[in-house]
């Protein structure tokens, strides 16, 4: 009996041993799936490499490996995958960033980024590289209502192919110009009841323009006869106007002893006022100054210009009187020329455009808008150039 007792124990050993051998396997498939777990976030089964040492084990378990050389080929292969994933980082492009690119624009290749434009009229089919046969080196624009169309189509007909047109519609009728062959390949802005330094500051920003040596901006109630544009580019390079103006006839529509015609010279910078009105003869109205009504400015000229216009003083009254600020020496590049000049008819055809109030005819009351913002711009202008000096530490000039 007791040899049977004994017998019974001992043939019960083997079955044991292999229950522990399956027990030490699991605990090692257990850790081993742990460390995979932690070393590989993310693993792609199509794409995980085992190490050699661990197929070899899974292809003969009676191979001997011990659990510490698995764990090394583990630990190994992760600190491999990280090296690479650091090396792969480093490598990365850097993103586009170039600081001195127009604001906003500085995440852009400098090459692709286009800075200005221009008025010029492309086609919607064929070659860009073909859409121009000609690029205008001048603009000019006028700001016109339909009744003035007969001035207008004169006007424009003295102006040649270097010319962009422009017209700003202050009366909303724009299909209406399409009776002259001209306004077909003209531009046109339409807004109803504004003046043209509105569409000026709005619509001739100088990164628009900057194809254009020169910048008109003109009136409609202007008589040309006399007039040629290229003849006045040609005296406006000669004697280097940065801002300028045709003369006016003297007897009419005239305001301002500087703005009138001399018959006896090409061009005049200077002039003489009535008594005591120019404290200082390089100042204006005796010099650095032409009106508004029918302005010439160069292009570096009218990036200054365009920037001092005020976006609520539409009219531009005083502006006249601060152009000087935006050319150095103004009493030398600021003039009229005498030889190519016009007849101001002083038609208030915008002053009709506004509305009648407080016993004010419509006229009555644009010319009081007219003088209020003339004041207005003045007190600015002082008040801002004060305070540049006084941050300077500087007493302000009277």
Same mark, same amino acid.
């Given at each position: 009996?007791?040899?049977?007792?004994?017998?019974?124990?001992?043939?019960?050993?083997?079955?044991?041993?292999?229950?522990?051998?399956?027990?030490?396997?699991?605990?090692?498939?257990?850790?081993?799936?742990?460390?995979?777990?932690?070393?590989?976030?993310?693993?792609?089964?199509?794409?995980?490499?085992?190490?050699?040492?661990?197929?070899?084990?899974?292809?003969?378990?009676?191979?001997?490996?011990?659990?510490?050389?698995?764990?090394?080929?583990?630990?190994?292969?992760?600190?491999?995958?990280?090296?690479?994933?650091?090396?792969?980082?480093?490598?990365?492009?850097?993103?586009?960033?170039?600081?001195?690119?127009?604001?906003?624009?500085?995440?852009?290749?400098?090459?692709?980024? %286009?800075?200005?434009?221009? /008025?010029?009229?492309?086609?919607?089919?064929? $070659? +860009?590289?073909?859409? #121009? !046969?000609? &690029?205008?080196?001048?603009?000019?624009?006028?700001?016109?209502?339909?009744?003035?169309?007969?001035?207008?189509?004169?006007?424009?007909?003295?102006?040649?192919?270097?010319?962009?047109?422009?017209?700003?519609?202050?009366?909303?009728?724009?299909?209406?110009?399409?009776?002259?062959?001209?306004?077909?390949?003209?531009?046109?802005?339409?807004?109803?009841?504004?003046?043209?330094?509105?569409?000026?500051?709005?619509?001739?920003?100088?990164?628009?323009?900057?194809?254009?040596?020169?910048?008109?901006?003109?009136?409609?109630?202007?008589?040309?006869?006399?007039?040629?544009?290229?003849?006045?580019?040609?005296? %406006?390079?000669?004697?280097? /106007?940065?801002?300028?103006?045709?003369?006016? $006839? +003297?007897?009419?529509? #005239? !305001?301002? &002893?500087?703005?009138?015609?001399?018959?006896?010279?090409?061009?005049?910078?200077?002039?003489?006022?009535?008594?005591?009105?120019?404290?200082?003869?390089?100042?204006?109205?005796?010099?650095?100054?032409?009106?508004?009504?029918?302005?010439?400015?160069?292009?570096?000229?009218?990036?200054?210009?365009?920037?001092?216009?005020?976006?609520?003083?539409?009219?531009?009254?005083?502006?006249?009187?601060?152009?000087?600020?935006?050319?150095?020496?103004?009493?030398?590049?600021?003039?009229?020329?005498?030889?190519?000049?016009?007849?101001?008819?002083?038609?208030?055809?915008?002053?009709?455009?506004?509305?009648?109030?407080?016993?004010?005819?419509?006229?009555?009351?644009?010319?009081?808008?007219?003088?209020?913002?003339?004041?207005?711009?003045?007190?600015?202008?002082?008040?801002?150039?004060?305070?540049?000096?006084?941050?300077?530490?500087?007493?302000?000039?009277?």
């Amino acid at each position: 009996m007791s040899k049977l007792a004994i017998l019974g124990r001992s043939s019960g050993l083997p079955r044991s041993n292999e229950g522990m051998r399956l027990l030490f396997s699991a605990v090692i498939g257990v850790m081993l799936g742990y460390l995979f777990g932690i070393s590989f976030p993310t693993v792609n089964v199509t794409k995980l490499h085992f190490p050699s040492s661990i197929i070899s084990y899974i292809e003969d378990k009676d191979s001997g490996i011990t659990t510490q050389t698995l764990l090394n080929h583990a630990w190994t292969s992760a600190n491999s995958k990280k090296r690479n994933n650091s090396e792969s980082n480093s490598d990365e492009i850097p993103k586009i960033y170039v600081p001195t690119n127009p604001k906003g624009a500085e995440g852009l290749a400098p090459v692709i980024v %286009v800075p200005e434009t221009d /008025l010029y009229l492309r086609r919607l089919w064929g $070659e +860009p590289s073909e859409d #121009l !046969t000609s &690029q205008p080196r001048y603009l000019i624009t006028f700001t016109v209502g339909y009744s003035q169309k007969a001035n207008i189509d004169a006007a424009v007909k003295k102006f040649s192919e270097n010319f962009t047109i422009m017209l700003f519609h202050y009366d909303g009728r724009t299909n209406d110009w399409d009776e002259f062959e001209w306004s077909k390949r003209a531009i046109h802005v339409s807004v109803r009841r504004q003046t043209k330094w509105w569409y000026a500051k709005r619509f001739l920003h100088p990164d628009i323009v900057a194809p254009y040596d020169y910048i008109f901006i003109w009136d409609e109630d202007l008589s040309v006869q006399h007039f040629n544009a290229e003849a006045y580019i040609k005296l %406006v390079r000669k004697h280097g /106007l940065e801002i300028s103006q045709p003369g006016l $006839e +003297p007897d009419k529509g #005239l !305001t301002w &002893q500087m703005t009138k015609r001399l018959g006896d010279q090409e061009v005049h910078k200077v002039t003489e006022e009535r008594p005591g009105w120019c404290t200082d003869p390089h100042l204006p109205p005796c010099a650095a100054f032409v009106e508004i009504m029918a302005t010439v400015f160069s292009r570096d000229a009218w990036r200054c210009v365009w920037h001092m216009i005020q976006n609520d003083l539409v009219h531009g009254w005083g502006l006249d009187f601060a152009l000087r600020r935006c050319v150095e020496p103004a009493h030398e590049k600021i003039g009229v020329v005498d030889s190519q000049w016009i007849i101001h008819q002083v038609i208030p055809s915008l002053g009709n455009q506004g509305t009648a109030e407080n016993g004010r005819t419509p006229w009555e009351g644009v010319r009081a808008r007219c003088r209020k913002e003339w004041g207005m711009f003045q007190k600015r202008l002082a008040d801002a150039e004060k305070a540049y000096y006084l941050g300077k530490g500087i007493t302000p000039p009277n």
